[in-house]
Structure formats: structure tokens, C-alpha cells
């Protein structure tokens, strides 16, 4: 298998040039982020390049955060916003030579919420098309994000099928589809095709994926058996240092 450091948990007590560099230096073939925006796309370049490794994903904004946001994509009225956190996040993306979009729908529900997803995400995938960019979508579990709009893969699946786009693809996070759905093995080979990156930590607390409900070392070997050979996202609270919790990678 080959593993991604998600760097909005892992060693996110660093600056984000520091934590690409600790990744390589722990192992990891990939990085991946949550907000990288504030950091300056040369110094993220820089650390790249210096240490081989590839900045597989990023999230679009959340909106105004301190004031209940989590993401604007869904949010009807804020097309606008929306739109230009995807631009935003298309920009920085082709700047670092990222390949994964993550769009963030935000609290919202009902009909015209995903009439709104829906539009907003033609525009990130028409956009992101040219620079062989794919648009992800993600559910979130109910304990953690409650009130956000995207909460199962069978909802992820009816709005991929409504956009209708080839670069628009599921963000498998094994911790949340434990905690909404459960049923992995078989949700993993049922929606691999629709898949654009697999994440995971234990669960239900979101350490490291050593311990917990779910069996890691059986579900890589299902994704390793389906042929799936794309780096896996680590992207668990590592609560404290990171580096005293990746015996797992020994295991995997
Ligand atoms: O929470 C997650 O899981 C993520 O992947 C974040 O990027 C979105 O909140
Ligand atoms: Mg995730």
C-alpha cells in the first residue's frame, strides 16, 4: 500500500513546508491538506520539490467559519461565495500541481440545496477540466458535522449522477462512512469505479488506525485485491506528536 499524510491533522502543530518535509522523512509517498491557503504557493513548491512528494488534495474554503459555515457549495443564495472559493482553490491547485478538489457543500438540506450543489459543482468541474483536475465530494458523519448536507455515499452518488461530469468523484473516508453506513468491504467494492480518494482513521475517536472497530489491515488488503493502487489518506488526529503514532505503517 501506499499512504498519504493528510497535513490538516498530522503534524499540523508545523508550518505546512515543515510538515511536507516530516512526512517524507517518516515514510509517506503523498501529501494531502485541508486550507492551505494562507501559506505561500512558493514555499509549499518549494518543500514539494524538495522532498519528491506530490500534494494530492486540498479543500475549497469553508466560509466564515466563527460563524457556523462549513463550506458553501450547497448554501443557496451564495453562488457567488461559492463560486469563487472553487476558483480559489482551482488556482492554488494548478499553481502546487494538486490533482483533487475537494468541494465542501456546508449546513444545509433539502431540494434546493441540491439543485444548488449540483450547479455549483458543473462550474468546479468545467473549470478544473482543462487542468486535469477532479472535483471531490465527501460525506461527513452526523457526530462531528451535524447539519452538514452531505451525509452518505448514496446521496454522494445521486448528486455525481445529477452533474453528470467525468472529473466529479466520491471522497471514500472510511472513518465517516463507518459512522453513517458502515458495511465497508462491500461499499468499497461496490463504489470503487465512482471513487476519487480513499481516506481513513480509527473509529469512532479518529486516532490512528491501529485499534477501534474497524480492521484496517483487513480493509487495505480489499482495496490492494481490488487493484486500487492510488495512496491511501491518513487523515486521523494523531493527539499529540504525530511521529510516536505511525507503527501502523509497519503493519499496513
Ligand atoms: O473531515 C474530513 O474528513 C475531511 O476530509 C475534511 O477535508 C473536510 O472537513
Ligand atoms: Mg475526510
Request: charged share 20%.
Amino acid at each position: 500500500m501506499s499512504f498519504s499524510a493528510n497535513l490538516g491533522f498530522l503534524w499540523a502543530d508545523r508550518p505546512l513546508p515543515e510538515a511536507i518535509r516530516a512526512a517524507k522523512a517518516a515514510g509517506f509517498d503523498a501529501v494531502e491538506c485541508h486550507w492551505p491557503y494562507d501559506v505561500p504557493t512558493e514555499a509549499v513548491t518549494a518543500a514539494l520539490q524538495e522532498t519528491g512528494l506530490r500534494m494530492l488534495g486540498l479543500n475549497t474554503r469553508r466560509g466564515d467559519v466563527a460563524g457556523g459555515e462549513n463550506g458553501l457549495s450547497a448554501l443557496p443564495g451564495r453562488e457567488e461565495d461559492a463560486r469563487a472559493a472553487i476558483d480559489e482553490a482551482i488556482a492554488y491547485a494548478v499553481t502546487i500541481n494538486t490533482p483533487n478538489i475537494h468541494v465542501m457543500a456546508g449546513f444545509t438540506e433539502g431540494r434546493d440545496a441540491h439543485e444548488t450543489f449540483v450547479e455549483n459543482l458543473r462550474y468546479a468541474c468545467e473549470k478544473a477540466a482543462p487542468y486535469g483536475i477532479t472535483i471531490l465530494i465527501e460525506p461527513l458523519n452526523r457526530y462531528d458535522a451535524p447539519g452538514y448536507f452531505l451525509t452518505t455515499t448514496d446521496q454522494a452518488l445521486a448528486v455525481i449522477a445529477d452533474v453528470g461530469a467525468s472529473n466529479l468523484k466520491l471522497m471514500f473516508d472510511c472513518y465517516h462512512v463507518q459512522l453513517m453506513e458502515g458495511d465497508l468491504t462491500h461499499r468499497i467494492e461496490a463504489l470503487l469505479p465512482s471513487i476519487g480518494h480513499i481516506q481513513f482513521a480509527s473509529v469512532p475517536d479518529r486516532g490512528a488506525p491501529d485499534h477501534g472497530e474497524v480492521n484496517y489491515t483487513h480493509i487495505f488488503s480489499i482495496i490492494a485485491r481490488l487493484g486500487y493502487d492510488a495512496p491511501l489518506g491518513a487523515e486521523y488526529k494523531p493527539g499529540g506528536d504525530t511521529d510516536a503514532t505511525l507503527s501502523w505503517m509497519n503493519d499496513a
